[in-house]
């Protein structure tokens, strides 16, 4: 071929290879849609050039189609297998679609052509990260830092050490991706989370705050932002942060979990399913958001469907522990006691240290009497995590009930930091005393806490804290103030509410046993004193009544929003129809103290024709404790549940049955018929769980003996 022929033939290739450097130019510009086109040119003349369609295959990529650049990139390299930058091309298009066996495959082609192909170790490292091969992905980022130590080689390098659970060293990483761009905020978002992991949560939160100023639609980091503010217990502040977060991203299944863990926070339960709901269905597969379902609707008193949730968390993810263990407290809500005995043994197989299934465990085993087992478990617990709040106060249950005074009480003062006490949390500036102080000549406020029958109960130490020399001020609940005024060793009473006086100390009625060294006993047979004058008047309204009086109480008071609280309510309080079988006592006149809602079953079964006894209904006129009081004084026996009535009647001394469940309180101690509390109570337990007509034979065969003494 002559000179000028091959000129000729030359001319085609010469313009394909000018409109390709086109095409680059505008590339390397961003101009992305004029680099297609001049690839795509330069392909029409030549469907075999290498460089176009190597390019429009990179092209592709950056567009969003990885798929689309697999197939060009793959045809690029069916031309020319020698070119690094082809295959290193091509694993970023795998990593995007998720294929990372090929995409470590392609890393590795191009490692082989160049071994100082920083971004073939980089894709090579998200691979093996995504195929769960950490170390290996650690060397591969690490390797990149040794060649491009560039900002986001750190970060990559420090997002592995993390993952690795070597935080302080993925710490220095983020540090150091930050000191080389501080603009750099998915940077500084990743060092808050270290962060937070190394419980570090105020310098955490300060990091996601520095990451939103640089970027302040970071879903991410709004998010982390409003998990770590509910972990310091700003739980308004946190909600906001995910509202955010969700306003951002509103497919945000994360965000709208976590929001619902937070409502939960805030006991607004019913918003919690909602916000729970709303993530499943983003995210059907989400097991961690339905085990956490458990929670609010075991307080909405849906068992059923707290079960069905937990049910679906341990299908999604069998080998998930927490799942087990919500699922042990649905069944524990629903009293199903053995089967969830049982789950929270699954949960502690499968993840052997894992301290909240062996608590849980505790409970039930003291629920079912086997109190052997249950100090194991919950020891075990300790074991795991001694600063565990709630096994520190199940334990201290277990112990009182078995008669442990001494650690029993020490162990209750855990309470406060129990998430169940969290309502009852309050700092009234006084220094809390425990027995260590003189109180000679100081002034000491007594808190009152827990329910009405606490408060009445636990007063009596009031006398005693008196006779260290201190003045002593008693805060009371609404209803107690007449009542308690009356109290030996008592300077003032307030009511709960209400701005103390000045004082030095305080301390929370139920720690004065701890702080006196106190156990029960019967040396204040009676401490609590009706008014004379209402007794009095008691006695001239009730004068013409033969028969021996007995008082009836047959329910305490619903806390409905309080899981456990409520519960314990529903399995301490009766019926008025369980009461039925007393119809045919002798000689026996029956008078009605129960007060609040369950109060309208007497006049509802007896609407209905009630064949149980006759009971004269006088409770409009009690006003407060201190009439009750008076009326019960006027009486002969009273007849109650486990309520604050039967702490009155024990305190004033006045022969008083309890009806028990089951698994009764610990103050009434195991296996005892009498109270060291009160000398004047008999107690009548269930035989099993819920079984009440065995207790009213019991009481029924009994108050037949006592009218008829005589």
């Given at each position: 071929m002559g000179d000028a022929e091959l000129m000729e033939a030359e001319r085609p290739d010469a313009d394909l290879q000018a409109v390709h450097a086109q095409g680059l130019a505008h590339h390397r510009a961003g101009r992305l849609d004029e680099a297609?086109?001049?690839?795509?040119?330069?392909?029409?003349?030549?469907?075999?050039?290498?460089?176009?369609?190597?390019?429009?295959?990179?092209?592709?990529?950056?567009?969003?189609?990885?798929?689309?650049a697999v197939e060009l990139i793959g045809q690029a390299i069916a031309v020319r297998a020698d070119v690094a930058d082809a295959h290193g091309n091509l694993a970023s298009a795998f990593n995007s679609l998720r294929r990372y066996g090929e995409a470590l495959e392609a890393s590795d082609r191009a490692i082989a052509l160049n071994p100082d192909f920083a971004q073939a170790h980089g894709n090579r490292g998200e691979a093996l990260h995504q195929l769960g091969r950490l170390p290996e992905a650690l060397a591969s980022y690490e390797r990149v830092v040794a060649l491009q130590p560039t900002a986001p080689a750190h970060y990559n390098r420090a997002t592995m050490l993390r993952e690795l659970g070597r935080l302080e060293a993925a710490l220095a990483g983020y540090d150091l991706a930050i000191a080389l761009k501080p603009d750099y905020a998915e940077a500084r978002r990743s060092r808050g989370i270290v962060l937070c992991d190394l419980r570090r949560s105020e310098e955490g939160l300060e990091s996601f705050g520095q990451a939103i100023a640089?970027?302040?639609?970071?879903?991410?980091?709004?998010?982390?932002?409003?998990?770590?503010?509910?972990?310091?217990?700003?739980?308004?502040?946190?909600?906001?942060?995910?509202?955010?977060?969700?306003?951002?991203?509103?497919?945000?299944?994360?965000?709208?979990?976590?929001?619902?863990?937070?409502?939960?926070?805030?006991?607004?339960?019913?918003?919690?399913?909602?916000?729970?709901?709303?993530?499943?269905?983003?995210?059907?597969?989400?097991?961690?958001?339905?085990?956490?379902?458990?929670?609010?609707?075991?307080?909405?008193?849906?068992?059923?469907?707290?079960?069905?949730?937990?049910?679906?968390?341990?299908?999604?993810?069998?080998?998930?522990?927490?799942?087990?263990?919500?699922?042990?407290?649905?069944?524990?809500?629903?009293?199903?006691?053995?089967?969830?005995?049982?789950?929270?043994?699954?949960?502690i197989a499968l993840k052997p240290d894992y301290p909240?299934?062996?608590?849980?465990?505790?409970?039930?085993?003291?629920?079912?009497?086997?109190f052997d087992e249950a100090l194991a478990s919950l020891e075990h617990a300790l074991s795991l995590r001694p600063d565990y709040a709630e096994a520190h106060h199940s334990l201290a249950m277990c112990r009182l009930m078995l008669g442990d005074f001494a650690d029993g009480w020490a162990r209750y003062e855990w309470r406060w930091k129990a998430e169940q006490f969290r309502t009852e949390r309050r700092d009234l500036g006084a220094r809390l005393w425990l027995g260590a102080e003189d109180l000679q000549g100081r002034t000491i406020l007594l808190r009152s806490e827990q329910g009405l029958g606490d408060t009445l109960q636990f007063c009596r130490y009031a006398l005693d804290v008196a006779a260290l020399g201190a003045e002593v001020i008693l805060e009371v609940q609404p209803g107690l103030e007449r009542l308690l005024a009356r109290l030996d060793g008592v300077a003032r009473v307030i009511t709960l509410g209400e701005a103390p006086p000045p004082h030095e100390f305080q301390t929370p009625l139920m720690s004065l046993p701890h702080a006196l060294g106190a156990a029960p006993d019967g040396r204040l047979a009676r401490y609590l004193d009706a008014d004379p004058q209402d007794v009095a008047a008691w006695a001239s309204r009730l004068a013409g009544t033969a028969a021996r009086r007995v008082g009836l109480c047959w329910a305490g008071g619903a806390r409905p929003y309080q899981m456990v609280a409520n519960s314990i309510d529903q399995r301490r309080s009766l019926s008025l129809e369980a009461f039925a079988p007393l119809a045919g006592a002798e000689d026996v006149a029956?008078?009605?103290?129960?007060?609040?809602?369950?109060?309208?079953?007497?006049?509802?079964?007896?609407?209905?024709?009630?064949?149980?006894?006759?009971?004269?209904?006088?409770?409009?006129?009690?006003?407060?404790?201190?009439?009750?009081?008076?009326?019960?004084?006027?009486?002969?026996?009273?007849?109650?549940?486990?309520?604050?009535?039967?702490?009155?009647?024990?305190?004033?001394?006045?022969?008083?049955?309890?009806?028990?469940?089951?698994d009764a309180c610990w103050r009434w101690l195991d296996g005892r018929n009498d109270s060291p509390w009160y000398p004047s109570a008999q107690l009548f337990r269930q035989p099993s769980p819920g079984d009440w007509a065995s207790v009213m034979e019991e009481v029924r065969v009994a108050l037949g003996a006592w009218a008829s003494q005589t």
């Open positions: 297609r086109r001049a690839y795509e040119q330069v392909l029409a003349a030549d469907p075999r050039h290498f460089e176009s369609l190597h390019l429009l295959g990179v092209y592709a990529v950056q567009i969003g189609r990885p798929d689309a640089l970027k302040p639609d970071d879903a991410d980091a709004w998010l982390h932002r409003g998990a770590t503010l509910r972990e310091l217990g700003h739980f308004e502040d946190a909600l906001a942060a995910l509202d955010r977060a969700i306003e951002l991203r509103p497919t945000y299944a994360e965000a709208h979990g976590n929001r619902g863990n937070v409502l939960c926070d805030l006991w607004r339960y019913q918003e919690a399913v909602v916000s729970y709901d709303r993530a499943t269905e983003l995210k059907p597969d989400y097991f961690e958001v339905f085990s956490n379902k458990v929670l609010p609707l075991r307080e909405l008193r849906r068992m059923d469907d707290a079960l069905a949730a937990a049910d679906r968390a341990v299908a999604l993810n069998p080998d998930y522990a927490e799942g087990l263990n919500n699922r042990g407290g649905a069944l524990y809500g629903a009293r199903r006691l053995d089967e969830a005995l049982a789950t929270y043994d699954r949960a909240s299934p062996y608590n849980n465990r505790g409970v039930v085993l003291y629920e079912l009497r086997r029956f008078y009605s103290l129960q007060k609040g809602p369950p109060a309208a079953q007497l006049a509802e079964l007896q609407a209905k024709g009630w064949a149980g006894p006759e009971i004269t209904n006088l409770t409009s006129e009690l006003a407060d404790f201190a009439d009750t009081a008076a009326l019960v004084a006027n009486l002969d026996l009273v007849i109650t549940c486990d309520t604050a009535v039967a702490h009155l009647v024990g305190g004033l001394g006045k022969p008083v049955w309890i009806l028990n469940r089951h």
